[in-house]
């Protein structure tokens, strides 16, 4: 029963050694190797020359998949370089916004690099929660600094509306000068407006 199982799993490894589906196949025979360490062990005689055969499947995929796997690992080093460049990049447009076209350009160009970081492929898995966290903290970042700007221009905007308010209030209460104080309200409404 134990040798048939044994040959089972060099029968299938063998089937998948040729596969070209690299992914798949890869957790397929990680499986039969799983497998065949939990089948438990044969006779010597009869194990040694089917562990030869079931590693010799195994090593042929493996091998074949090889050049695969580093060419995966060369384009995420890649990718993993042109998303850091973003991130530069990203940094940079906050660092100098508004600048003379306002926030408009600015955000649009952290639009853009949003959509090249999109159209960047897989990087190292290692590095995906880190590089996200970078990028995404410096577009953030724009959208504070913008609305930072905005809220100080608003509070600007309501000091000055409060003193021509009170300004108001002081041409309402009279006095010898009303004319003249009313006149230098309607001018600094006049700006405001």
């Known amino acids: 029963m134990l040798f048939r199982s044994k040959r089972e799993l060099v029968a299938a490894a063998q089937a ?3 596969s070209t589906d690299f992914d798949a196949t890869a957790a397929a025979m990680k499986e039969l190797q799983r497998r065949w360490k939990e089948s438990g062990p044969v006779p010597r005689r009869l194990g040694d020359d089917l562990w030869k055969q079931f590693r010799a499947a195994c090593d042929a995929f493996f091998e074949r998949r090889k050049p ?9 080093q890649d990718n993993l370089a042109a998303k850091l460049k973003l991130i530069a990049s990203a940094e940079q447009v906050v660092a ?7 926030w408009g350009k600015a955000i649009g160009q952290i639009k853009d690099l949003q959509r090249e970081w999109q159209a960047i492929g897989r990087v190292p898995r290692a590095e995906v929660e880190t590089l996200w966290q970078r990028f995404r903290g410096a577009c953030d970042a724009l959208f ?8 100080a221009e608003a509070d600007a905007q309501r000091a000055e509306l409060e003193a021509v308010r ?27 407006v």
């Open 16 to 18: 998948l050694s040729d």
């Open 68 to 76: 695969s796997v580093e060419a995966t690992l060369r384009q995420e």
């Open 96 to 102: 100098k916004a508004p600048g003379e076209a306002g």
């Open 144 to 151: 504070a600094k913008r609305d930072a700007a905005r809220d």
């Open 166 to 192: 009170a300004d108001i209030e002081a041409v309402l209460a009279g006095g010898d000068d009303v004319a003249p104080r009313a006149l230098a309200v309607r001018g600094k409404l006049a700006e405001l």
